[in-house]
């Protein structure tokens, strides 16, 4: 090829580059549409945005607008019926105080629905398969030759925390070791750090990014519930002691309903307020205290390692503590590819080329190189993300989410006390992966969690039979690696 | 003649390219393979990398250089995590405005993960890129591993070299490019 000059490139020379990308002529509309992308198009997880990305929840959020409802109308009614009467006959101070109250409840609600709960995002495929490296030699070392029918190891790995030793479980899905308290939610199909559970009630899961809104909302929720209900009740009281209780209850209809919502609500709210306090004040997750991972029923030695050792400490760490930004990155755009392992062709080198490389070369090859750095430049690779596919049977968890709400009355006293008999109960063992991965899907609704053994999800089997396509381009072209080569070589004096 | 525009041609495609980081190169240039860094948990789940020494950096970087990165970085790490005085009070007044604050302020820790940003780009500016590895921002990997790329060096004569001869390289090739014709 001799040297074209620095004017315009021949057609038919980028119509052959064309063929091994794509045309150069419909590339940058092509890639302009792929390159608008943002990430939370491709998220792999099942998870619903809005708002172009900002805002992101689980995909299943009827419950939540069904708690929206309810506060909204609750409140509502409040203010219409309630608050007129008692803000002259008592202090204006009630609807004020109850409209703090009530904008701190859906500010904490809103915040703990729609924002990441601390998704960890998935291993990039050479990740993957260097994890899968160090796996296989791990096992070699440890098998020999597995005999036929053998079960190879669990995909674990032990880490010494503070004196406790705590198992690191692989995730299949995420094709990462997950890190300690993390957990894999069945239900949006994410590892999520210090996962707490799923909550349908705000449609979303509880973990470390959130946990603190989700605590601030339960607990002003029962302020919130305990103040309406205590108004109402006061408000049929003074009503009644003028006119009478039947005409009272005639009078202002709505405080019937409103009386009964709050009556329901307040015990299993503030039960779960109370829970919740416990556990921030030991520094547990619910995952882990439905578990008992820490608890003393395990071994005399067990201790809880993360916790601080005083209550004050552990509480103002979960709720004072800084927060770290989202991992996902949900708005930001879909890079190129990142590069393909080099297929070595020809002479030129990247760093280190020596006088001894033919100069005829290193001058076509430049030339070579303007043309693709050029085209380069104008039209970014195409993306080649790896698109996992993993297939999974549909979770039976997932079909029957809506029952454990429906038939769940809302009146669920249990203390937190009985949760030792649960822990016994689900003690698992790190035998088969499988059992552990399931149980770590395993998700609670927030009335779910003071509840009864039978409850929980902890019947139906998961299996995972996981696909890793990697969709990569077509082998690029090596010169055109080659000429960004000679780019990097000019770059670096 | 033309032949000698086309290093100049190269060299301020460069410098116009040089406005960009060096993540763009990396994206198209070719690499030799990626190395892992893993989180180290031993100290609880606060971020921290390992400092053991990848062996297959051991021909291309100083156990000392690399190893000093990776404590800086866990230092940062540490710092954007810190429970004390400051982080008290962010959380505090956050939660005193129903967190509604932090739609228009940046919290410490995204400060402190820009100040990573910019120093792991000048590690790879001073340090890395001269020895043909790239580090890329534990954050883009989700704060999992801190990647290396380690590009492909078909010389082993080191990348002192690389300078004097790309550009004598370059000029060389117009020379032939003349001579040939």
Not at chain 1, 45 to 67: H, P
Not at chain 1, 461 to 467: D, G, L, M, Q, W
Not at chain 2, 91 to 117: Q, R
Not at chain 2, 137 to 143: A, T, W
Request: proline letters at 7%; glycine letters at 8%; aromatic letters at 8%.
């Amino acid at each position: 090829m001799t040297p074209g000059g620095g004017g315009p490139m021949k057609d038919c020379e980028y119509s052959q580059i064309s063929t091994h990308s794509s045309s150069p002529m419909e590339s940058p509309h092509k890639k302009k549409k792929i390159a608008a992308r943002r990430k939370w198009e491709v998220f792999p997880g099942r998870n619903k945005f809005f708002c172009n990305g900002r805002i992101m929840m689980a995909r299943q959020t009827g419950v939540f607008y069904l708690t929206l409802v309810l506060i909204l109308v609750t409140s509502g009614l409040f203010f219409a019926f309630d608050c007129p009467y008692l803000a002259v006959k008592i202090t204006p101070a009630i609807p004020v105080v109850g409209g703090i109250l009530f904008f701190f409840v859906m500010g904490t609600l809103l915040r703990t629905s729609f924002s990441d709960p601390g998704v960890l995002p998935r291993a990039t495929p050479d990740e993957a398969a260097d994890l899968e490296r160090q796996i296989g030699n791990a096992e070699d070392i440890a098998n020999g030759t597995s005999s036929g029918g053998y079960r190879p190891p669990p995909r674990t790995r032990e880490v010494i925390i503070n004196g406790q030793t705590v198992k690191l479980k692989y995730c299949f899905t995420c094709k990462i070791f997950r890190p300690p308290r993390a957990s894999h939610c069945s239900l949006c199909d994410n590892c999520v750090e210090r996962f707490d559970h799923h909550c349908p009630w705000v449609g979303n899961c509880v973990g470390k990014r959130n946990y603190r809104f989700f605590y601030m909302f339960i607990l002003s929720l029962s302020f919130l519930t305990v103040f309406i209900f205590a108004f109402v009740i006061t408000h049929v009281i003074l009503r009644s002691q003028q006119t009478g209780f039947l005409n009272a209850l005639k009078d202002s209809p709505a405080s019937v309903l409103e009386a009964v919502v709050c009556f329901f609500s307040v015990w299993s709210i503030v039960g779960l307020s109370g829970f919740h306090t416990y556990l921030i004040s030991s520094n547990q997750t619910t995952n882990e205290d439905i578990k008992g991972s820490w608890s003393n029923k395990r071994g005399k030695e067990n201790y809880n390692p993360y916790s601080y050792g005083n209550i004050i400490t552990n509480c103002c760490a979960a709720l004072c503590g800084p927060i770290s930004p989202s991992l996902i990155d949900r708005r930001g755009f879909i890079q190129p590819d990142t590069p393909q392992p080099a297929a070595p062709t020809n002479g030129i080198t990247m760093y280190g080329a020596t006088q001894s490389q033919s100069n005829m070369c290193d001058q076509d090859q430049c030339i070579q190189s303007t043309k693709f750095v050029l085209q380069a430049a104008a039209t970014p690779l195409l993306q080649s993300e790896p698109s996992l596919t993993s297939e999974e049977l549909p979770l039976p968890g997932k079909t029957t989410l809506g029952t454990p709400c429906a038939t769940l009355s809302l009146g669920q006293p249990t203390p937190p006390s009985s949760m030792p008999n649960l822990t016994s109960e689900t003690v698992l063992t790190d035998m088969i992966p499988l059992k552990e991965e399931h149980d770590g899907h395993q998700f609670l609704t927030p009335e779910e969690a003071p509840s009864p053994p039978g409850m929980l999800s902890t019947g139906s089997p998961i299996t995972h039979s996981h696909t890793l396509h990697v969709l990569s381009l077509a082998s690029q072209d090596s010169l055109h690696e080659d000429s960004v080569r000679g780019l990097v070589k000019l770059s670096s004096v | 003649m033309a032949t000698e525009q086309k290093p100049c041609l190269l060299i301020e495609f460069v410098v116009s390219l040089e406005g960009h980081n060096l993540q763009e190169l990396r994206r198209s240039a070719s690499l030799a393979t990626k190395v892992f860094v893993q989180r180290d948990y031993s100290d609880g789940t606060i971020c921290q990398f390992q400092t053991k020494f990848p062996p297959e950096l051991d021909s291309r970087i100083e156990r000392q250089l690399f190893e000093e990165t990776v404590k800086t970085l866990n230092n940062f790490y540490a710092e954007a995590e810190k429970i004390g005085g400051s982080s008290y009070l962010e959380g505090c007044l956050a939660c005193a405005t129903a967190y509604f604050i932090f739609l228009c302020m940046e919290t410490h820790y995204e400060k402190v993960l820009k100040k990573i940003s910019r120093y792991i780009q000048e590690q790879n500016e001073k340090i890395f890129a001269p020895r043909g590895l790239l580090l890329t921002d534990p954050v883009e990997r989700g704060m999992r591993v801190i990647e290396i790329s380690i590009y492909e060096d078909r010389c082993s004569s080191g990348s002192a070299s690389s300078g004097s001869s790309s550009s004598s390289g370059s000029s060389s090739g117009g020379g032939g490019g003349a001579g040939g014709r």
